[in-house]
């Protein structure tokens, strides 16, 4: 992007182009998961979907999702500042289809970085600002739970000082297959309001590119999940979200290459 002899991917725009907050994609992740699959009341899922998507096979099926991440730009210099490397995550997925193809929707997300935050509005994912904090496995010590039967982790988010989400995962064996909602693309829109005189606002409907997708043994177990119990007044919307069933739990890494999206048209 140039602008008058400024350049840069994204702003700030400087005379270098270095200065912007986002490099150009591919971005490369890599990640730990901490996942429980629930369900939703299947008309409150269905009221989240913008025109184009539809509930699909399995309306109602949700979950709830923490990861701590690492990422890079496709030159890996961001892994010499590992403040700016790493994030934590929290974001809810609805399953959905687009004309039979099966996706999943991401109606609210948070993070506790600048730079994912500013990356997921490009993107059309709409990532907040929270505090996520997540079980850390260990292998040697008392300190921490082992990857293996009765190992038992936790993840939870706040928002503005409240307690929005708890999870808890006691492991019990490996699974044959990763949970389906984290193998399917996410579909997001891509919205950028007006601003300008008689400017149309932008609303797309989108899905990501990714590649490289790699998924270590996933361990899954009896979950606990507890959300909404303590809301702000502009997070009022997300009880229609609470479960009315909690399934499955399951720990794993996973990594993959997002090179950007694709349109859905409707």
């Known amino acids: 992007?140039?602008?008058?002899?400024?350049?840069?991917?994204?702003?700030?725009l400087s005379p270098s182009g270095r200065?912007?907050?986002?490099t150009p994609p591919p971005w490369h992740f890599s990640g730990d998961i901490l996942m429980v699959?629930?369900?939703?009341?299947?008309?409150?899922?269905?009221?989240?979907?913008?025109?184009?998507?539809?509930?699909?096979?399995?309306?109602?099926?949700?979950?709830?999702?923490?990861?701590?991440?690492?990422w890079t730009s496709a030159d890996g210099a961001e892994l010499a500042d590992p403040q700016r490397a790493q994030f934590g995550e929290f974001l809810l997925l609805l399953a959905c289809e687009f004309r039979g193809e099966q996706l999943?929707?991401?109606?609210?997300?948070w993070v506790d970085r600048s730079v994912p935050?500013?990356?997921?509005?490009?993107?059309?994912?709409?990532?907040?600002?929270?505090?996520?904090?997540?079980?850390?496995?260990?292998?040697?010590?008392?300190?921490?739970p082992r990857i293996s039967p009765g190992g038992r982790l936790a993840g939870s988010l706040s928002v503005l000082g409240r307690?929005?989400?708890?999870?808890?995962?006691?492991?019990?064996?490996?699974?044959?297959?990763?949970?389906?909602?984290?193998?399917?693309?996410?579909?997001h829109n891509r919205v950028i309001p007006p601003w300008l005189p008689d400017e149309k606002p932008v609303s797309e409907l989108v899905a990501s590119v990714v590649?490289?997708?790699?998924?270590?043994?996933?361990?899954?177990?009896?979950?606990?999940?507890?959300?909404?119990?303590?809301?702000?007044?502009?997070l009022a919307d997300l009880r229609a979200l609470a479960p009315i069933s909690v399934g499955q739990g399951h720990y794993f890494s996973y990594a993959e290459t997002l090179?950007?999206?694709?349109?859905?048209?409707?």
Request: charged residues 20%; negative net charge; glycine residues 10%.
């Open 211 to 234: 590649d490289g997708v790699e998924f270590s043994p996933v361990w899954s177990g009896d979950a606990e999940l507890t959300l909404f119990d303590d809301l702000p007044a502009d």
């Open 104 to 109: 999943a929707r991401c109606p609210y997300a």
């Open 37 to 70: 699959d629930y369900r939703v009341n299947p008309e409150a899922a269905a009221a989240f979907l913008p025109p184009g998507l539809s509930p699909g096979s399995d309306p109602g099926a949700a979950a709830a999702v923490f990861a701590q991440w690492q």
């Open 117 to 144: 935050l500013v990356r997921g509005w490009l993107q059309g994912m709409p990532k907040q600002f929270g505090e996520i904090h997540q079980t850390r496995p260990a292998s040697v010590g008392r300190a921490g």
């Open 259 to 266: 090179h950007g999206g694709r349109a859905l048209e409707s």
């Open 163 to 187: 307690r929005v989400a708890e999870a808890a995962v006691t492991l019990r064996a490996e699974a044959a297959e990763p949970p389906r909602l984290h193998t399917v693309p996410l579909a």
């Open 1 to 12: 992007m140039i602008d008058q002899g400024l350049s840069g991917y994204s702003l700030p």
């Open 19 to 22: 200065s912007s907050m986002l």
